[in-house]
């Protein structure tokens, strides 16, 4: 497979962008060689610069649940667009499109938008602090919750790819007000609130950790932190920037049937263009500005283009059904890739929620802690990368970033994946 013209804007680009990339996590550093630059997507596909194509198991980092380029949204933004692209004032869009996040997230009474995840991280824990008046928070070792200085505290995804974990220019002033406890491990969490909890404004989680890989919570977890928040007056946020109409309609809280406080949302929500959102209890939400004292904003917030993009998301993911076809795709390629490994014997394991995924490299059955993703093996992972690669399956170019599928991956494209997994499973192997 030739990359010729990828190689050669990626020269051109490390010129005028630092490491040639807008965002670490698309550098491949962490499996060598040069990152692909793309023209082109299409339904399932990707296609280079160079002509190449790839089935898809990025989705533009999980936006991408209809697939590339979705007649859908494709319309939805046109309409908008022959009516002007922003105004800076209200719109009767953002009232649809709260409505919608509302009825489809139960624990959501009041909803703002932000232009990106981190914002509203970040504003859901200023919120938070400014409910409880404490300053201290809580979140877990290898769960990402976007780029703010108070959140860069072991987090995973670009920052565990780059070796990382804290950044640098971060105050030491701001993490000593980040705790960070281990994934998983309830007893922790207990041991921690019944020394700390009264100081404590708010317990941030992704519900099923996706920058770490995938690894979804164990029995009782998540309903721990449920009851240590409870018996502590701390808010509860889950961080469904990534699981949010990803994992289900109603995220990974309607899996779990455990109920936060408040809840970040993105990626989905925006097919494809940059949106977040932060929601919860009317209580809550009612301290931010211009009703309460915690002051928000966004020039761009609730853009009508994303509004008009999300809204068509909602409503094409609110079709009976969907969930289950999508995880069923998923749920074939998983089982699919396991046999081939096994055939191989190459060891390997899964983890899938929804339409998400991940792949270890592991000896152990199941991967359930931060401990065990980090002991996979990363050379096997490197070399299984460029092998998929050179098989046209496009994989994030890091062992700790979960997979995402679309609804418009056909039997076609599993098998397609399956052919190049089975013949990248055999040279490692050999
Ligand atoms: C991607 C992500 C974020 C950050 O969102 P951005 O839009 O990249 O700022 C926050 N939390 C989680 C769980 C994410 O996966």
Not at 26 to 45: D, H, I, M, Q, T
Not at 209 to 218: E, K, Q, S
């Amino acid at each position: 497979m030739n990359h010729v013209n990828s190689k050669s804007l990626f020269d051109a680009a490390q010129k005028v962008i630092p490491g040639g990339v807008n965002s670490p996590v698309r550098a491949f550093r962490s499996v060598g060689g040069n990152p692909l630059f793309f023209k082109g997507g299409e339904g399932a596909y990707l296609i280079d610069a160079d002509d190449n194509r790839y089935v898809d198991y990025v989705g533009a980092w999980g936006p991408l649940i209809l697939g590339h380029g979705s007649p859908l949204v494709v319309d939805a933004l046109r309409k908008q667009l022959d009516q002007g692209i922003g105004y800076g004032a209200s719109t009767e869009a953002e009232i649809n499109i709260a409505t919608k996040i509302v009825d489809i997230v139960p624990s959501i009474e009041k909803v703002r938008l932000t232009t990106s995840g981190t914002e509203a991280t970040m504003s859901a824990i200023r919120v938070a602090r400014g409910y409880t008046g404490r300053d201290a928070i809580v979140k877990f070792e290898g769960c990402y919750h976007g780029h703010a200085d108070g959140l860069l505290v072991k987090a995973g995804s670009g920052a565990l790819t780059l070796g990382e974990p804290d950044s640098l220019g971060v105050p030491k002033a701001y993490t000593n007000l980040t705790h960070v406890l281990p994934y998983n491990d309830a007893q922790a969490v207990e041991d921690f609130f019944s020394k700390h909890g009264d100081t404590i404004a708010c317990l941030i989680v992704e519900p099923i950790a996706g920058n770490m890989n995938l690894v979804p919570p164990v029995p009782g977890f998540l309903e721990t932190l449920r009851e240590v928040c409870d018996k502590h007056g701390t808010v509860l946020i889950f961080d469904e920037v990534m699981t949010g109409f990803r994992v289900a309609r109603g995220g990974a809280q309607e899996v779990y049937g455990v109920t936060p406080d408040m809840t970040c949302l993105g990626k989905v929500i925006g097919g494809g263009l940059p949106v977040g959102a932060f929601g919860g209890r009317t209580d809550i939400m009612n301290m931010i500005a211009p009703l309460g004292a915690v002051y928000q904003a966004g020039t761009l917030s609730g853009s009508p283009l994303a509004v008009a993009a999300g809204i068509c998301m909602l409503d094409a993911i609110s079709q009976p059904g969907f969930y289950e076809d999508l995880g069923a795709r998923a749920e074939k390629l998983m089982t699919g890739l396991k046999s081939r490994a096994a055939k191989a014997g190459i060891p390997f394991t899964t983890n899938q929620v929804g339409g998400m995924f991940g792949c270890f490299f592991s000896e152990e059955d199941t991967v359930t802690t931060f401990s065990q993703v980090m002991a996979c093996n990363s050379d096997h992972f490197q070399r299984y990368f460029h092998l998929m690669l050179d098989g046209g399956v496009y994989l994030a170019p890091s062992a700790f970033e979960a997979g995402f599928i679309s609804i418009v991956h056909g039997e076609a494209e599993l098998a397609a994946t399956l052919a190049a997994a089975e013949n990248a499973f055999t040279a490692l192997a050999s």
